[in-house]
Structures are given as C-alpha cells and as structure tokens.
C-alpha cells in the first residue's frame, strides 16, 4: 500500500492494552498492511462511541492517521463485532489461539490478504459451529493453512496435534500462552 497520511483498512483486532489514562494500543491484522499497532485516543472513556467497535476479535474497518510515533486510529465500524464470542469461554479461548498465533507468527506490515481471509473465515466458523470437537478439528486445520501459506511446513507434511505447540514454540522462540490452557479445557 502506497503512504498516505490518512488511510482506512480493513482489519481483525488481535491484541488490546492499556496506555496512559484513557488510550488503547491496539494490534490490529489488516487485509491491506498486514500486522499493525496503533493507538486508540480516548477509547477507555466511559462515552466513547468507538469502544464498542473494537473489541478483541472484531472484524473492523478503521480510519487512520499516520503519526510521526505511532498512528493514531481516527474512525472504527465493526463489521463483526467480537462481543459474540464472549457467550462461551472455550470457543473465546479458540479464537485467541488463533489470535495469538498470527501475531507471532508475522511480521509487522507485511501484507497477507490470503491469511487475512484464512483468519477470518476462522473465526466465523468458530461462531457457526457449536462442537467444541468441530472447533479443535479447524483449529487443526488453521494451523497447518497458516504455518503452510508462511512456509513453515511443506503442504505434505502434517503435524500431530499433540506436537503442534512445540513445533510453533521452536520457530518462535517464545512459549504459546493460549495452547495449555486449551489442553486443560479439553482434559475437563
């Protein structure tokens, strides 16, 4: 994508945390920019009319201004909001898995439209189906399209559930923070 000073993207919320009084910084997938964080002025505020629109999850279109430090999200709609995952521990749990594994598996700004759309259709099916057997099988699947498109592993190859934790955890380098507590929703 071409620098513009003001630009509007499509993208799903991946990551929220606090700054300062009232701000958000947000890590935000882009089907145009891939990985970006950006800050979200006055967001915490009780009155905030873009509060609702980017919750973790959330399929979004954003307006932002690009900023000498950090841009600066100017305008949000949710296109899904996330808020309908919060109706089931185990499926939210999914859907940060998946989260969780696109922000450290790519880079910043490094475009993926194809794995934008493999992330999002996703998480729709996480809300269409209601099995958390069918959810644990495109979780599965999720991983292997991702870690394929990403050329981590060659499209013959499969990886056995069991071993896919340690296998992302050594191309990343750092410990996967939603995959155990996974392992013990499925061992209730």
């Given at each position: 994508m071409k620098y513009q000073r003001v630009y509007t993207v499509e993208g799903i919320i991946?990551?929220?945390?606090a700054a300062g009084e009232a701000d958000k910084?947000?890590?935000i997938f882009t089907k145009q920019l891939g990985k970006v964080r950006i800050i979200a002025k006055g967001i915490r505020r009780i009155h905030s009319r873009r509060a609702g629109h980017v919750e973790l999850f959330s399929r979004v279109i954003v307006t932002i201004h690009n900023h000498q430090f950090m841009d600066i999200m100017t305008e949000a709609q949710a296109v899904r909001h996330?808020?309908?995952f919060e109706t089931d521990f185990t499926r939210m749990a999914y859907a940060y898995c998946m989260c969780e594994l696109i922000d450290q598996l790519l880079p910043d700004r490094?475009?993926?439209?194809?794995?934008?759309?493999l992330l999002a259709n996703s998480?729709?099916?996480?809300?269409?189906?209601?099995?958390?057997?069918?959810?644990q099988v495109s979780l599965g699947?999720?991983?292997?399209?991702?870690l394929w498109r990403l050329g981590f592993l060659p499209s013959?190859?499969?990886i056995s559930h069991e071993s896919m934790q340690s296998y992302i955890e050594h191309i990343t380098e750092r410990k996967?923070?939603?995959?155990?507590l996974l392992r013990a929703l499925r061992d209730d």
């Open positions: 991946l990551k929220r945390k910084i947000l890590t996330g808020s309908q490094q475009e993926h439209a194809d794995v934008f759309f998480l729709d099916g996480l809300l269409r189906e209601n099995d958390p057997g069918v959810w699947e999720f991983v292997h399209e991702l013959t190859r499969h996967l923070r939603t995959w155990p």
